[in-house]
């Protein structure tokens, strides 16, 4: 069992950067795959970003390639997402996510989800 817990969302005006966090519970966090999942307002979730656990080897939607980085720090039990040039397209809240495979792009994938963070981008 995998408990995960997003800190980190706030408000942010368009072009602004922030930072999520996304603790894991268990000693077996490095042999997740992790990722993180967005939900904007009326809209379905969708794939945000993800790292695998065996090679560290990132993957991202396209709708954030360039300006999202996701990264994990295994000794911390603990997944990150910068986010930079924050447009207001990507006002949603925010789900970390975590899998038994070694990756996880789609929802079906996913085994353990975190409750969700807001994040908020003004014009």
């Known amino acids: 069992q995998v408990q995960l817990v997003e800190s980190g969302g706030g408000l942010v005006q368009a072009g602004g950067s922030l930072r999520l966090s996304c603790a894991a519970s268990?000693?077996?966090?490095?042999?997740?795959?992790m990722g993180w999942f967005r939900q904007a307002p009326g809209k379905e979730r969708e794939f945000v970003a993800a790292?695998?656990?065996?090679?560290?080897?990132?993957y991202y939607a396209d709708s954030v390639k360039g300006r999202f980085t996701i990264s994990r720090d295994n000794a911390k039990n603990t997944m990150y997402l910068q986010m930079n040039s924050l447009k207001p397209e990507d006002t949603a809240v925010y789900y970390c996510?975590?899998?038994?495979?070694?990756?996880?792009?789609?929802?079906?994938?996913?085994?353990?989800w975190g409750k969700g963070t807001l994040i908020t981008v003004s014009s």
């Open positions: 996510a975590a899998t038994r495979s070694n990756i996880a792009t789609n929802i079906p994938e996913v085994d353990y």
């Open positions: 790292i695998n656990w065996s090679s560290g080897s990132t």
């Open positions: 268990g000693r077996t966090f490095r042999r997740y795959g």
